[in-house]
């Protein structure tokens, strides 16, 4: 049985790494995932976007971060993870 302060295996290698995490409301986080507990995600030097405060699109917007880098406007923001409906590397986006 896996101990509950451990972040499930899959999630323990994104930990370092650039990530997208996808929310259930209109906001995009992007960031360096630095910890995952029971409760929720901890970013790093996050970019937190507010999907309705802008003309771009969630996609066009990752697009842009994945090619010129995150924009961090937070220095850590914690994720709850109930609302987090997927997870991503950054470097997993596909440029098209």
Known sequence: MRNQTEPDPELKGL???QVVLDV???VLYVGTLGEVSGSCFTLRNADVHFCG???????????????T??????????VMREEVVSISRLDDVVVY
Do not use: F, M
């Not at 405060?53 to 090619?67: A, F, G, I, V, W």
């Not at 880098?69 to 914690?78: A, C, E, I, Q």
């Open 15 to 17: 930990i370092g790494q």
């Open 24 to 26: 259930k409301a209109a």
């Open 69 to 78: 880098g995150v924009r961090p406007n937070r220095r850590t923001v914690y």
């Open 53 to 67: 405060d802008s003309q771009s699109t969630r996609e066009l917007y990752l697009l842009e971060s994945r090619k």
